[in-house]
């Protein structure tokens, strides 16, 4: 079955660490995202690809980085420079064009130490 | 000031009520999409709406486009059902905008 796999479900790094959230995806989609979630907001956006080798920053990119270089792969990482790391990760998935939704991963919990 | 908005943000029914959600919106939008994450945090699409009314199973979403306002019921609700609940809507900027959810309790 397609889906999208974010790995780990559980993360936990020590303060000043840099660290990478995996998110992998086999529905063909052009483009994917990552949220953050934190208690009592919305999810907001970190980054943004529209297609493979281009992305886009979001409403909150400043200490996150990300890569594209495979289509069905967008790497998050979360460098030293985020002040509050700790928060719940969710990378996204969609077909661009026309109306679609949106395929969600599971999502990695980080706790930073 | 979000440019989605929830209500009620927290929601306990006893099992067998008609659960109702809202969510208006400020911006124009191209679709909207009602959410759900479970406690393990995986996010499940629900429905997506452009106009009127959509139904799957308990399920029940519409959308008033003049007033930016939807609805999500549950009908004959049941504990399986207690999860968040989130409104999102697709704009021509090309992502979302979330609300903060609503979180359903349903009390056997």
């Known amino acids: 079955d397609g889906g999208i796999t974010q790995s780990p479900k559980y993360l936990f790094r020590k303060e000043g660490q840099n660290v990478t959230l995996s998110c992998e995806q086999n529905?063909?989609?052009?483009?994917m995202y990552w949220y953050r979630q934190d208690p009592g907001q919305g999810l907001r956006l970190i980054y943004y690809?529209?297609?493979?080798?281009?992305?886009q920053k979001g409403d909150i990119a400043e200490g996150y980085s990300v890569s594209r270089e495979k289509k069905e792969s967008f790497p998050l990482t979360v460098t030293s420079a985020q002040k509050n790391p700790t928060a719940f990760y969710l990378c996204a998935s969609r077909r661009t064009g026309g109306e679609s939704g949106y395929t969600f991963g599971s999502g990695t919990r980080l706790t930073v130490v | 000031k979000n440019e989605v908005e929830q209500s009620p943000q927290n929601l306990t029914a006893q099992e067998g009520e008609f659960i109702t959600i809202n969510c208006s919106y400020s911006?124009?939008?191209?679709?909207l999409h009602w959410l759900q994450q479970h406690p393990g945090g995986g996010i499940v699409s629900l429905f997506m709406?452009?106009?009127g009314k959509k139904k799957h199973g308990r399920l029940i979403a519409t959308i008033n486009i003049q007033e930016k306002h939807s609805s999500l019921h549950i009908t004959a609700s049941h504990p399986r059902d207690s999860a968040v609940y989130i409104c999102?809507?697709?704009?021509?900027?090309?992502?979302?905008?979330f609300g903060t959810g609503t979180s359903l309790t349903v009390i056997p």
């Open positions: 999102a809507v697709w704009v021509a900027s090309n992502q979302f905008y």
């Open positions: 690809s529209q297609i493979v080798n281009d992305f």
């Open positions: 709406l452009s106009s």
């Open positions: 911006v124009g939008i191209s679709a």
């Open positions: 529905l063909n989609h052009d483009a």
